[in-house]
Nanobody
Framework: QVQLVESGGGLVQAGGSLRLTCAAS????????MGWYRQAPGKQRELVAG???????NYAAFVKGRFTVSRDNAKNTVYLQMNSLNPEDTAVYYC??????????????WGKGTLVTVSS
């Protein structure tokens, strides 16, 4: 019964920052680890960052300290603060459950995503 709505994307110059927000509906949110994923043109969707219910985080290697994932369980919201963006970060960003046993979560909770475009 989870619905996920991403927002906060846009067009930024290389080196810029964006904060993405994932608003979740459904009480199940507070019991689930959540992740941010992205899909760039011509590429498969990939994990960007994951965060457990208790706030433990995991990041893809390409993040290199530039991004921070956080959550507010009381507000059913997950955030992704992205700094030092580069053109390779251009993608549609999605949130979903974080299931580290899978390359991509085998659930049907994908939303519309939010487009991040980084210009050079």
């Amino acid at each position: 019964q989870v619905q996920l709505v991403e927002s906060g994307g846009g067009l930024v110059q290389a080196g810029g920052s964006l904060r993405l927000t994932c608003a979740a509906s459904g009480s199940i949110f507070s019991t689930k680890a959540m992740g941010w994923y992205r899909q760039a043109p011509g590429k498969q969707r990939e994990l960007v960052a994951g965060i457990s219910v208790g706030g433990r985080t995991n990041y893809a290697a390409f993040v290199k300290g530039r991004f921070t994932v956080s959550r507010d369980n009381a507000k059913n919201t997950v955030y992704l603060q992205m700094n030092s963006l580069n053109p390779e970060d251009t993608a549609v960003y999605y949130c979903n459950l974080y299931m580290p046993s899978y390359a991509t979560p085998p659930v049907n909770y994908w939303g519309k995503g939010t487009l991040v475009t980084v210009s050079s």
